[in-house]
């Protein structure tokens, strides 16, 4: 096979899994949506269904904390023809509210996913989350959101300055 089509076939593959990084912090349903495969599965753990189900379950959960952000570590993907095989490390930050006031909970671990290429186009098949450790700290976020003079702060939704970045229209400073 082709070396320089199996790198483009893994590229694409790594691409999938940022951008469902990407969706999950910007709570982009509409953009989680188009990564998976219609019939594609997820198991989380504490969610084992479709990806479709894992998505209508997320949403609500995410909607419950003040901010998240996906790191994705590196990423190990094996092309075999049109189905592909990945391990991508990953640690979350979730700045959440608690009983005791707000905490900062972070979670690392690893995604296995499946993906297959389906009519040219490569989507995620299967997803399941690999836990390796957790640990829960007060949230000391210092930055004045109230008032945030020349900083920009990430935002959920298609409101955040990636996407006005992403599609060439600069970055808003309100």
Same mark, same amino acid.
């Given at each position: 096979? &082709?070396?320089?089509?199996?790198?483009? =076939?893994?590229?694409?593959? $790594?691409?999938?899994? #940022?951008?469902?990084?990407? %969706? +999950?912090?910007?709570? =982009? %349903?509409? !953009? !989680?949506? $188009?990564?998976?495969?219609? &019939?594609? $599965? =997820?198991?989380?753990?504490?969610?084992?269904?479709?990806?479709?189900?894992? +998505? *209508?379950?997320?949403?609500?959960? !995410? %909607? #419950?904390?003040?901010? $998240?952000?996906?790191? +994705?570590?590196?990423?190990? +993907?094996?092309? *075999?023809?049109?189905?592909?095989?990945?391990?991508?490390?990953?640690?979350?930050?979730?700045?959440?509210?608690?009983?005791?006031? &707000?905490?900062?909970?972070?979670?690392?671990?690893?995604?296995?996913?499946?993906?297959?290429? @389906? &009519?040219?186009?490569?989507?995620?098949?299967?997803?399941?989350?690999?836990?390796?450790?957790?640990?829960? #700290?007060?949230? #000391? *976020?210092?930055?004045?959101?109230?008032?945030?003079?020349?900083?920009?702060?990430?935002?959920?939704?298609?409101? =955040?300055?990636?996407?006005?970045?992403?599609?060439? @229209?600069?970055?808003?400073?309100?």
């Amino acid at each position: 096979m &082709d070396r320089l089509a199996i790198v483009a =076939d893994k590229l694409e593959c $790594t691409e999938l899994v #940022t951008r469902v990084a990407r %969706a +999950i912090d910007r709570c =982009d %349903a509409a !953009l !989680l949506k $188009t990564l998976f495969h219609p &019939d594609a $599965t =997820d198991d989380h753990g504490i969610f084992a269904g479709s990806a479709e189900e894992f +998505i *209508d379950w997320v949403m609500p959960v !995410l %909607a #419950t904390m003040k901010r $998240t952000q996906h790191i +994705i570590g590196q990423v190990l +993907i094996e092309v *075999d023809g049109d189905h592909a095989a990945g391990e991508s490390y990953f640690i979350a930050h979730h700045a959440m509210s608690g009983p005791d006031g &707000d905490v900062l909970m972070i979670a690392a671990g690893r995604y296995l996913d499946r993906f297959e290429r @389906r &009519d040219g186009c490569w989507k995620i098949f299967h997803r399941h989350a690999v836990y390796d450790w957790s640990s829960e #700290t007060p949230l #000391t *976020d210092k930055y004045d959101r109230a008032e945030p003079g020349p900083m920009v702060f990430g935002m959920r939704g298609r409101d =955040d300055a990636s996407y006005f970045h992403l599609a060439g @229209r600069g970055v808003p400073t309100s």
